[in-house]
C-alpha cells in the first residue's frame, strides 16, 4: 500500500492558479501510476488527470484540458496538479490517487483538499 496526502488547496478568484502536491510514502513511488479525481458539492467523483509510472503519458477530462498539468517527481515520491486559469465550476474536493496496475482501479486515495473558486 502507498499513503497519499494532498495539499496546496485554498481559496482563489477566478482566472488565478493553484499547484495541489500529492505525497506519497510507503511502497515505492515509481511503480504506482497516479490520478487526479475531484469531487463538487452533490455531483459524482470525476477524473480529472492522470499520468503513468514513467511520465511519458498523460490524460485529462476535457473541461480542464489546457488549464491544468499533471506532472510527478519519482525523486521525491510526489504528484502535482497545477491549474491555472480557474473556474468557478473548478470548485470541489480534489484527491490524488495510486494504481499499481495500468488498467486496475484506483486502490489508494489521499483525504483531499478543498479548492475553491470564487467568481
Known amino acids: 500500500q502507498v499513503q497519499l496526502v494532498e495539499s496546496g488547496g485554498g481559496l482563489v478568484q477566478a482566472g488565478g492558479s493553484l499547484r495541489l502536491s500529492c505525497a506519497a510514502s510507503g511502497r515505492t513511488f515509481s511503480n504506482y501510476h497516479m490520478g487526479w479525481f475531484r469531487q463538487a458539492p452533490g455531483k459524482e467523483r470525476e477524473v480529472v488527470a492522470t499520468i503513468n509510472r514513467s511520465a511519458d503519458s498523460t490524460d485529462y477530462a476535457d473541461s480542464v484540458k489546457g488549464r491544468f498539468t499533471i506532472s510527478r517527481d519519482n525523486a521525491k515520491s510526489t504528484v502535482y496538479l497545477q491549474m491555472n486559469r480557474l473556474e468557478p465550476e473548478d470548485t470541489a474536493v480534489y484527491y490524488c490517487?495510486?494504481?499499481?496496475?495500468?488498467?486496475?482501479?484506483?486502490?489508494?486515495w489521499g483525504q483531499g483538499t478543498q479548492v475553491t473558486v470564487s467568481s
Open positions: 490517487a495510486a494504481r499499481y496496475w495500468l488498467f486496475s482501479d484506483y486502490s489508494n
